[in-house]
């Protein structure tokens, strides 16, 4: 499966199965959150096995049943949101290349129940439920290119960067964004305001808008 068809397939998942996520993808995940923790100055933490985190707390549209997660921890800083968002969804996509099913949970989850260690100097802002869910989740309805871009004749690259942004998951499914090119290849990304969660939004979807656009083809705008 390419990228793009990874992206497309994949949904937030809130009912899970009872089966237990093999060695084998447990190995590859923890590989994974190893390097992205070395880098970037995170702790996130796989945790296997625990129902309490989300034993307490139902949502509207049904409880969170998964039995693991992935707690999102790092050292306390001004862009801790923001890689929190943007490492957060390279794990969930590679959850789901290997056939797990993720969901990013902010807020309807007990996080005195989230079994992981945390340093004095360092902050959990969410978890992700990960594991084998009932189905594959359902797609959700997406704003247009010209909804969320203040460019409009932009090249290819940008386009399809913000094909990606678009696919991204975001809370509440509110896609409050706008991208904008600047000077050929610099990228801004204007994030909504007063909302929960929108620098952890932004951080996923820098990510998609990277592996759409390539790294290469601009820098972001500051």
């Known amino acids: 499966m390419d990228i793009e068809e990874l992206i497309k397939s994949r949904h ?36 296997l096995n625990e129902r309490e985190a989300f034993s307490k707390y139902y949502l509207n549209y049904g409880k969170i049943n998964a039995s693991n997660y992935i707690a999102m921890v790092g050292r306390t800083c001004d862009d801790l949101d923001e890689k929190i968002g943007y490492y957060g969804e390279k794990i969930v996509l590679k959850a789901q290349e290997i056939g797990l099913n993720t969901c990013w949970v902010s807020g309807t989850y007990s996080k005195r129940e989230v079994k992981v260690e945390i340093k004095d100097d360092e902050k959990l802002l969410c978890i992700i439920a990960i594991g084998y869910g009932e189905n594959q989740g ?25 094909e990606y942004a678009l696919l991204a998951p975001t809370a509440i499914n509110q896609q409050k964004f706008k991208f904008e090119l600047i000077d050929s290849n610099k990228v801004k990304l204007t994030p909504g305001v007063g909302l929960a969660n929108t620098k952890i939004d932004m951080g996923i979807v820098k990510y998609h808008f990277e592996l759409g656009a390539g790294k290469d083809n601009f820098e972001w705008y500051n």
């Open 12 to 47: 937030s998942v809130r009912k899970y199965l009872s089966k237990s996520i093999e060695d084998e993808k447990v190995k590859e995940l923890r590989t994974l959150i190893d390097e992205i923790n070395k880098e970037n100055e995170l702790n996130i933490q796989l945790v």
């Open 138 to 162: 359902l797609k959700r309805r997406s704003k247009r290119f010209k909804d969320v871009s203040y460019t409009l004749d932009a090249p290819e690259w940008y386009k399809k960067g913000v």
